[in-house]
């Protein structure tokens, strides 16, 4: 018995590895045709160890490469696709319109920092991971995003 519980824990791991998602209001959401721009008021706990309670993320499709396009590039096979990133910002506008709140996290890269503007967050993709949560994802290939580095 003492091995079943050990094995379904460790199973359980790779499900949670690598992202978190809380509570939290869009209070602001533009955009379209794969660029969005939001603002989010988190609920409880924060995701970032940075203090910012109230943040902005921006979403900008993935720069793909010349193989990404021909489907073998090294673009993460589980980043969301255009249309899942349109159907979670949908799942945000409605969110936002009817005042009710919404998980959101990130998996992977996801909400990555802006190096210049605190309380900035990037990603390259969305996906709504279940009923009322959407997950930002971040395509993690070095040298493609400057915006994302230090000056």
């Known amino acids: 018995m003492r091995h079943s519980v050990f094995l379904l824990l460790l199973l359980s791991l790779p499900a949670r590895a690598g992202g978190d998602a809380a509570e939290a209001y869009i209070t602001d959401i533009s955009g379209g045709q794969g660029r969005y721009q939001f603002a989010v008021r988190q609920v409880g706990r924060t995701l970032r160890a940075d203090g910012c309670t109230q943040y902005r993320v921006r979403i900008i499709p993935p720069n793909l490469s010349f193989w990404d396009k021909l489907g073998i590039g090294k673009l993460a096979s589980g980043h969301p696709t255009a249309a899942q990133t349109q159907a979670a910002a949908a799942l945000l506008q409605r969110r936002a319109a009817e005042h009710k709140p919404v998980h959101i996290g990130y998996?992977?890269?996801?909400?990555a920092p802006d190096p210049r503007q605190k309380c900035l967050y990037h990603g390259t993709g969305m996906a709504v991971?279940?009923?009322g949560m959407v997950m930002v994802y971040q395509d993690a290939?070095?040298?493609r995003y400057p915006h994302l580095h230090k000056p």
Request: cysteine-free; aromatic content about 0%; overall charge negative.
């Open 107 to 111: 998996l992977g890269g996801g909400l």
């Open 129 to 131: 991971e279940a009923p």
């Open 141 to 143: 290939r070095e040298g």
